[in-house]
């Protein structure tokens, strides 16, 4: 039998019916395959944080400063970093600032003179930890000002370029100066158990 293409018959609407499903199969398959490989050549990746002497990938959820600079110790003895502030879920009925923050430090230079009471202004020595095959010398610090608390923890370490620092700043307010039973007292320990973790990803040169 002749098919003739240039007259509209039953089996030349089949074979069109035929190519236009097949062509739709087609096309979907490959849309369908580009999407799966381009997942897989794209997949969600959180960053590391690099600077001179070590990296640290930021944490999921908390806001990133990398112009930071801590600035407690008075004039002319500013000291330069980055900082990761506490995401809101942390905080939310709780006597928790939203100010609270970890932060990784650095003084250049102060290789010799590198301990953890070097980034406080009335350090309380916390005696020492290793990690990472880093000596870390720790140091803690507080504050009080009108109904204010002001807890501050501080590992440091020589690193290539001077003295390396983590710093815990937590602020939050004294828990009797809310009306009885809008806030709960927030949990330290797990917030401090979560700042640890953080501080564990962190890799000095």
Same mark, same amino acid.
């Given at each position: 039998?002749?098919?003739?293409?240039?007259?509209?018959?039953?089996?030349?609407?089949?074979?069109?019916?035929?190519?236009?499903?097949?062509?739709?199969?087609?096309?979907?398959?490959?849309?369908?395959?580009?999407?799966?490989?381009?997942?897989?050549?794209?997949?969600?990746?959180?960053?590391?944080?690099?600077?001179?002497?070590?990296?640290?990938?930021?944490?999921?959820?908390?806001?990133?400063?990398?112009?930071?600079?801590?600035?407690?110790?008075?004039?002319?003895?500013?000291? *330069?970093?980055?900082? &990761? /502030?506490?995401?809101?879920?942390? !905080?939310?009925?709780?006597?928790? $600032? %939203? @100010?609270?923050?970890?932060?990784?430090?650095?003084?250049?230079?102060?290789?010799?003179?590198?301990?953890?009471?070097?980034?406080?202004?009335?350090? *309380?020595?916390?005696? &020492? /930890?290793?990690?990472?095959?880093? !000596?870390?010398?720790?140091?803690? $610090? %507080? @504050?009080?000002?009108?109904?204010?608390?002001?807890?501050?923890?501080?590992?440091?370490?020589?690193?290539?370029?001077?003295?390396?620092?983590?710093?815990?700043?937590?602020?939050?307010?004294?828990?009797?100066?809310?009306?009885?039973?809008?806030?709960?007292?927030? @949990?330290?320990?797990?917030?401090?158990?979560?700042?640890?973790?953080?501080?564990?990803?962190?890799?000095?040169?």
């Amino acid at each position: 039998m002749t098919i003739q293409w240039n007259k509209v018959t039953w089996y030349s609407k089949l074979l069109a019916v035929i190519l236009f499903v097949l062509t739709f199969y087609v096309a979907f398959s490959l849309g369908a395959s580009w999407g799966e490989n381009k997942t897989k050549i794209n997949p969600t990746i959180i960053p590391t944080i690099t600077s001179k002497g070590f990296s640290i990938p930021p944490p999921a959820g908390y806001a990133i400063d990398e112009s930071y600079t801590y600035q407690a110790l008075g004039p002319g003895k500013d000291i *330069k970093g980055i900082k &990761f /502030t506490i995401p809101a879920s942390l !905080r939310a009925g709780t006597n928790l $600032s %939203s @100010d609270s923050y970890i932060s990784v430090e650095t003084i250049p230079g102060a290789i010799n003179s590198c301990s953890a009471e070097i980034y406080l202004g009335n350090p *309380k020595s916390a005696g &020492f /930890t290793d990690e990472n095959g880093h !000596r870390f010398s720790v140091a803690t $610090s %507080s @504050d009080v000002a009108a109904g204010n608390r002001y807890d501050e923890t501080v590992y440091a370490t020589p690193f290539t370029n001077g003295c390396l620092a983590v710093r815990y700043f937590i602020h939050y307010g004294a828990i009797e100066n809310y009306p009885a039973g809008t806030i709960k007292q927030f @949990d330290e320990q797990a917030l401090l158990n979560q700042f640890d973790k953080i501080r564990h990803t962190l890799v000095v040169e």
